[in-house]
């Protein structure tokens, strides 16, 4: 029965855990607005359809924290979530990242199994995502300091969940994850750089002149409002510390930036 549900199932961590639960011939239901099985935050009525039958649940969580709460409501049959969160959600002040809190609140409020994988910035941000077009064209410019970010990769917080859905022994529990050690920025572009072999700057912002970059863009003031406010705890120090809950989980270290970056860059 394919019991297990992936949501965000076309996204940068969902689509590997459905790669590697598909490899081990699990039966699963991939679910997102453009997956096999048609699932919309903002559209309840597609919610029966992952809820009927499901028992283990990867949770990537919505913006809106009144969905996600009302959605763990409803789903009585699920007898384990997976959620995806953030590390130092905590210390993120305003109201940024909320859908993510409120994940977490409502399984642990739930009755069901949980387990929660608190992750720091993934390395695919540079490939996959919001920093792909500025590296491309050899700027990055960010305010983040000069304190060292473990950053983790995907491949590394897929093959957790996959774990974590199908086998026992972690309920309960809220895994770290992050890379092996950490690099400023700095060092993470002049890596990408080197494995491109290409030139990329990396230009520290002031928040002020970050935030004023990201308006010129056209992003709407709620984005740059939760970047800014993310940065301002990754400068904190919240992030920095490399943690061991990869190791934990899969008896190996996670990926380092070095290796994400020759087989993405190269
Ligand atoms: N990037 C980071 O460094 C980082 C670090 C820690 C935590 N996180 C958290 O990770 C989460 C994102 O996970 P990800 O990177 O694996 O995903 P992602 O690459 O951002 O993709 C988003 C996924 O959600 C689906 N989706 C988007 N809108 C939807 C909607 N209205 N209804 C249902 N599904 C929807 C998308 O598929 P469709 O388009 O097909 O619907 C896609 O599968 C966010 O909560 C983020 O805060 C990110």
Redesign the pocket.
Known sequence: MNDIVI?????????RVVELLRAEGRQIRP?????EVR????DAATWEGVLTGARSMYL???EDPALVRDFVKRAEGVERFVV????GLEHVGGEA?R??AAAEEAVRESGAEWTILR????N??FD??TWREPLLAGRLALPAGDVPEPFVD?HDIAAVAARVLTEGGHAGRVYELSGPRGLTFGEAVWVIAQAAGREIEYVELTPEAYRAELLAEGLPTEVADELGAMFAMMREGHLAEPTDGVQRVLGRPPVSFEDYAARAWA
């Open positions: 949501l965000g199932a076309t996204g940068k961590t969902g689509r679910a997102s607005r453009s997956s699932f919309d935050w903002s990537v969580a919505p995806l969160s953030g590390r990242f859908g993510m992750a720091n910035n993934f695919q941000n996959e995502y995907v």
